[in-house]
């Protein structure tokens, strides 16, 4: 199964049930989010840039916590990364903010 979603930037972005896999063997306690993985991309509270290029959607889940989905887009074609809880939000707003 491959969910898609539209981008901030209009890009379709795929997560793959490969990527899925990954995603919830290095992050267990995202196994009951996948949706809202997917969602994040379309409904991000910011997006930052990586280091490499990548983009990081972020969306505060709970008072505190945040879910933070990386992913790549290319000219048509987008995929996740990787996705992960945090509450240090003040790591990621180091980075530059893409949107808003």
């Known amino acids: ?3 898609r979603v539209v981008s901030k ?6 997560l793959t049930d490969e ?3 990954h995603i ?3 992050h267990c306690e995202l196994a009951g989010f996948r949706s809202t993985v997917v969602e994040t991309l ?3 509270d910011r997006i930052l840039l990586g280091g490499d ?3 990081i959607a972020v969306r505060e889940v709970e008072m505190g916590k945040h879910l933070a989905v990386v992913y790549r887009e290319q ?6 990364i990787t996705a992960f809880l945090t509450r240090r939000i003040r790591s990621l707003e180091k980075r530059r903010q893409l949107w808003p």
Do not use: K, Q, V, Y
């Not at 930037?9 to 795929?14: E, H, L, P, Q, V």
């Not at 000219?75 to 996740?80: E, S, V």
């Open 1 to 3: 199964m491959i969910d």
């Open 9 to 14: 930037n209009g890009i379709a972005i795929r």
């Open 19 to 21: 990527r899925w896999r």
């Open 24 to 26: 919830t063997e290095e």
């Open 42 to 44: 379309s409904h991000p």
């Open 53 to 55: 290029g990548e983009l």
């Open 75 to 80: 000219i048509d074609d987008g995929f996740i």
